[in-house]
């Protein structure tokens, strides 16, 4: 037994008061050093895996089986809190989702990393200050020494994510869970997140699990995956063979959905049902390429390392936006652009009653675009980029403080009430959260039908453009009577779709509408948003800080950076030859799976 | 901090400014003047005319309001045209009284509802914590008064531990003092003490579920060791906001308690000097009652920040 660093043995989970077990028989080993992927999407049981190796479980659920770890004596699930509480952080730690919330508001981040060590007792009492100083400096964080001082609230998510790491190997634990510890953060971010895990994970020689539901991400992290799928086990091998070669139909289904490079012969991205067409992320599968691909592409790809090569060419596979949606009008535009921005600057004043403190943020600054009737416009960029407020101003949701916005005939920035109204009628927006955006009271045909209730439209006639709606957005009127918790973040993302669509809108603003979806949910979702499109003819402002997502989707890009516009141009442009040197970085962060495979390589 | 400070202590300046000038203008447009309502109805214009003109009621009121204000601020709330005597200290005095009456109680919830609450909420699946809940609500359906009367039939009437009535300064005598204190306090204590729990439970159970509880469990802390660590700091603001409030609706809703045990309160003057007409005094104790619910807020503000880092920083 004392080979394997962590071995799980016929894991079951049940939780109580229900039917059946949410996770079943699960197996698998982890080496000393060695360094694991753990995949699937959520509801797979990947985190329950997770917890279940910490003993920290939720007590409504019951565990059976065996997880033991080297130097801890006995099985974890049936082990004491007292117990488990010494074996935490000593033999395996942890570093979770969300940085955000992870760390005590309250607390100094210095005295928040004191206390793993003091717990333990492991490091002399006078040396913990030191030994804080050296942890902080180990994760790359500025100003380690300010740091000590600092609360988390000062600090970005990035940063945040570097101190819960520094408290997880606090006391050089054996094996370092990760779940999922870079879904939250930026891409720029991510990659460097990324980079220090697998820095700090083999100077401390310790073995990782890492769990994550974005293959793209794992490659260059991890030596061996393990595919989960509804609480079982479906694949396991090494990064090269599942990305080249996946056995199971669901591995090859969550590999389809996840490149998003790549497109079935009607230029849509695959989903797991029609991933038996997809021919893997380099192409090299016997299966033809996808219609609309540019043949260099997979040479390209094996020649030049992607995402290792950051900043330095910016290169990444360009594909042409397919050509059967080539027919929107560019940019510049010929006739009268649908929406037109000019100037437009926002600046956000902190005011107190006195000592007035000139502390202002500026969000926007001189933005100027123009979208013309049926463009699909990207608009990318990192939080904090400006990007929330331009589409609140757009939206007549808050007003610029200089600058023109005119979205059709309404000058947005001095709209009367009335013409607000109807400008939310010409123009809707899909929110981010599928699961906060959504009243958790109201039916799903009271959700989607409230838009025309303003209109003063009659209940049946209402009811029957609800209707067609949700056929249109591939639900079936079953769902008409039920309630948003019903229904999974996919489904949910869909009737926030419904909604949008129903007041049959010119324009359709989606702010990071997958950003909180799985991939391959993803995939489905992004390909109903390109059919919508195109069959009610909208005009798409897409906003999203995953390049990726943008590209499949937009015809021409908008990059913002710190409420500046820094680039614009077509899809294609600014791909192939980006001129800023943040657009740049922001391509090269981009994880993709074919990247992710040739850094691991 | 000293900004955010600076401006709460404005902000509690001015609403006192505002609450005088309103207190003020309820009272002079009440019809008839102090004076009418003093004499009552019966009394001759003569007999009016020579009062007002004593108490300077015949001056305009912007003159009237500096004059009372003034005098306010000097600690002189001015004369009662009922009894002819000073309000000050029977102002200084009730409120003693009751300060000591609704601090000891909300102490004493507080004493109460926080271990209870955090053990209902660490035992939430257990019939302990069940029961804990369970009383906190019929705790919160007894009236206060019924509370007092059925403590006076046990500990009073039957058992003969405390005096049913009565109050003893703490100059005047320790003992007496505290004997005469238990029943009202514990008779206000406990029914605030019971909404107080629901609160205190609710929010350890939120705390409970926050990410960092499982950031602290990870590190090698055991759930109830965490909770005490991270968790009880973080549930202080939401149990401070309550408390707040308690007291500060405590002070006027004590009168009940103030009446049952006989006690001097600030309460039992209010009542005493709207049963007597006597305007004066009914202005001078509503307006110190304002202040002590602004000191209050004001208090429950300054604390926010001394729990919360990131409110120092926000506001």
Redesign the interface.
């Known amino acids: 037994m004392a080979e394997n660093l962590l071995e799980v043995r016929d894991l079951t989970i049940t939780p109580a008061g229900a039917d059946g077990p949410v996770l079943k028989d699960v197996s698998l080993s982890l080496a000393p050093g060695e360094r694991v992927g753990l995949i699937g999407e959520s509801g797979s049981g990947k985190s329950l895996t997770a917890q279940s190796v910490m003993g920290l479980l939720p007590e409504e659920l019951r565990a059976t089986g065996t997880v033991s770890l080297a130097g801890f004596s006995g099985n974890v699930l049936e082990a004491k809190e007292r117990t488990l509480a010494r074996m935490r952080s000593d033999i395996v730690s942890m570093v979770f989702q969300e940085p955000m919330s992870a760390l005590n508001p309250l607390m100094r981040i210095g005295d928040q990393i004191a206390e793993a060590l003091r717990i333990h007792g492991s490091t002399d009492r006078r040396a913990v200050p030191g030994r804080v100083l050296e942890l902080l400096t180990s994760v790359h964080m500025p100003d380690p020494e300010g740091a000590r001082y600092a609360y988390p609230h000062q600090m970005s998510g990035g940063q945040r994510q570097r101190v819960m790491l520094a408290i997880a190997l606090a006391n050089t634990p054996r094996l370092l869970i990760c779940d999922e510890p870079t879904t939250a953060l930026d891409v720029t971010v991510q990659k460097h997140m990324l980079d220090l895990i697998a820095e700090r994970v083999a100077a401390v020689e310790a073995g990782l699990l890492f769990i994550t539901h974005d293959l793209a991400v794992v490659a260059g992290v991890c030596d061996r995956v393990i595919v989960m799928n509804s609480g079982r086990i479906v694949e396991t091998g090494s990064v090269h063979d599942i990305f080249t070669n996946p056995q199971h139909e669901y591995t090859r289904g969550l590999l389809a959905s996840s490149d998003l490079e790549a497109t079935d012969a009607n230029g849509k991205l695959f989903t797991l049902k029609t991933a038996l067409a997809y021919a893997g992320p380099l192409g090299e599968a016997g299966s033809p390429p996808e219609a609309g691909t540019n043949p260099d592409e997979n040479v390209d790809a094996d020649v030049e390392p992607t995402t290792a090569s950051a900043g330095e060419s910016g290169r990444v596979r360009t594909r042409a936006v397919d050509s059967p949606r080539a027919r929107e009008p560019e940019l510049t535009g010929q006739s009268a652009p649908l929406i037109e921005v000019t100037g437009v600057s926002k600046l956000y004043k902190a005011r107190g009653l006195t000592l007035r403190r000139r502390s202002e943020v500026q969000a926007l600054e001189d933005i100027g675009f123009r979208v013309s009737a049926g463009q699909r416009l990207g608009i990318v960029g990192e939080s904090g980029s400006g990007k929330s407020t331009l589409l609140n101003i757009l939206s007549g949701l808050d007003r610029p403080t200089t600058g023109h916005v005119r979205v059709g005939d309404v000058r947005v920035e001095s709209a009367s009430a009335s013409a607000l109204r109807s400008l939310r009628e010409n123009l809707q927006i899909v929110f981010q959260d599928p699961f906060a955006s959504l009243d958790p009271r109201m039916r799903v045909e009271d959700i989607v039908s409230e838009p025309l209730i303003a209109r003063g439209m009659g209940r049946d006639e209402r009811l029957s453009r609800v209707e067609e709606m949700l056929l249109a957005v591939d639900l079936d009127s079953a769902a008409m009577r039920r309630y948003p918790h019903q229904f999974s973040g996919g489904q949910r993302q869909r009737i926030s779709i419904a909604r949008a669509l129903v007041t049959r809108p010119q324009i359709l603003i989606a702010d990071e509408p997958v950003s909180a979806l799985d991939v391959s949910v993803r995939a489905q979702v992004l390909n109903l948003l390109t059919d919508l499109v195109d069959d009610y003819a909208l005009t798409l402002l897409f906003v999203s800080h995953d390049l990726g997502v943008v590209q499949h989707l937009c015809s021409d890009i908008i990059v913002m950076k710190d409420g500046h516009i820094v680039e614009s141009g077509t899809t294609e442009d600014i791909y192939a030859n980006p001129r800023e040197e943040y657009t740049q970085r922001l391509i090269a962060a981009t994880p993709s799976l074919a990247g992710a495979l040739a850094s691991a390589g | 901090m000293i900004?955010?400070v600076?401006?709460r202590a404005?902000?509690f300046a001015l609403s006192l400014i505002v609450a005088s000038v309103a207190v003020f203008a309820l009272m002079s447009l009440l019809p008839g003047n102090a004076a009418q309502v003093a004499l009552g109805t019966n009394a001759t214009p003569e007999a009016v005319a020579a009062l007002e003109a004593q108490y300077g009621l015949d001056q305009p009121p912007v003159l009237r309001y500096f004059d009372w204000m003034g005098g306010m601020l000097t600690g002189d709330f001015g004369t009662s045209y009922v009894t002819g005597a000073a309000i000050t200290p029977v102002i200084v005095g009730s409120v003693q009284v009751t300060g000591i009456l609704v601090i000891a109680s909300i102490v004493l919830a507080i004493l109460i509802a926080v271990p209870l609450g955090t053990f209902a909420a660490l035992e939430q699946?257990n019939w302990i914590g069940v029961t804990i809940s369970a009383l906190s609500q019929i705790g919160i359906a007894v009236p206060n008064f019924l509370a007092a009367i059925i403590l006076v039939m046990v500990f009073s009437l039957t058992l003969g531990w405390f005096p049913s009535q009565g109050w003893m300064a703490p100059v005047e005598g320790v003992g007496g003092f505290l004997v005469r204190l238990v029943l009202p306090v514990v008779s206000l204590a406990l029914v605030q003490a019971a909404i107080l729990t629901r609160y205190v439970r609710s929010a350890v159970l939120d705390v409970m579920r926050?990410?960092?509880i499982?950031?602290?469990?990870?590190?090698?802390?055991?759930?109830t060791?965490a909770l005490f660590?991270?968790g009880l700091?973080?549930a202080a603001i939401p149990v401070v906001t309550v408390a707040g409030v308690q007291l500060a609706t405590l002070l006027v809703g004590a009168v009940i308690i103030e009446q049952i045990f006989v006690i001097p309160g600030i309460g039992s003057e209010l009542v005493r000097a709207v049963a007597n007409r006597d305007l004066v005094a009914v202005q001078g104790i509503v307006m110190v009652l304002v202040l002590l619910v602004l000191v209050i807020n004001l208090i429950v503000d300054v604390l926010y920040p001394i729990?919360?880092?990131?409110i120092r920083?926000a506001?």
């Open positions: 900004t955010y600076a401006n404005l902000q699946r926050e990410d960092y499982r950031t602290a469990r990870a590190k090698g802390l055991t759930r060791k660590v991270h700091r973080n729990i919360d880092p990131r920083t506001a």
